[in-house]
């Protein structure tokens, strides 16, 4: 199973980032597609989720300005990111689930650095 993550970089508060998840190798079907991210000196925390059923789930740190999407022909799955905070500066990480398996998979995390 390989997971593909880019997108990630340098914006100003404000600005806007996309980040993409490809995912490759994985026989299963996918259950959710997931980012986490982990900023300096902090906890990993789970910052979106999109469910094979369509439903999302956000941290509230993120609603309203952050938007997970995925492309199910080609199992990528999208984090738009908008009005960015200094705050959402972290390593991001692509996780997916699937069925019939408690474990999931991690890809390498892509940087997302915002200046103030």
């Known amino acids: 199973v390989q997971l593909q993550a880019s997108g990630g970089g340098l914006a100003q508060a404000g600005g806007s980032l996309k980040l993409s998840c490809a995912a490759s190798?994985?026989?299963?079907?996918?259950?959710?597609m997931n980012w986490y991210r982990q900023a300096p000196g902090k906890q990993r925390e789970l910052v979106a989720t999109?469910?094979?059923?369509?439903?999302?789930c956000y941290a509230d740190s993120v609603k309203g300005r952050f938007d997970i999407s995925m492309d199910g022909a080609k199992n990528t799955a999208f984090l738009q990111m908008n009005t960015l905070k200094f705050e959402d500066t972290g390593v991001y990480y692509c996780?997916?689930?699937?069925?019939?398996?408690?474990?999931?998979?991690w890809g390498q995390g892509t940087q997302v650095t915002v200046s103030s």
């Open positions: 996780v997916v689930d699937v069925y019939g398996s408690d474990r999931a998979f």
């Open positions: 190798g994985i026989s299963a079907s996918i259950s959710a």
């Open positions: 999109l469910t094979a059923h369509s439903r999302t």
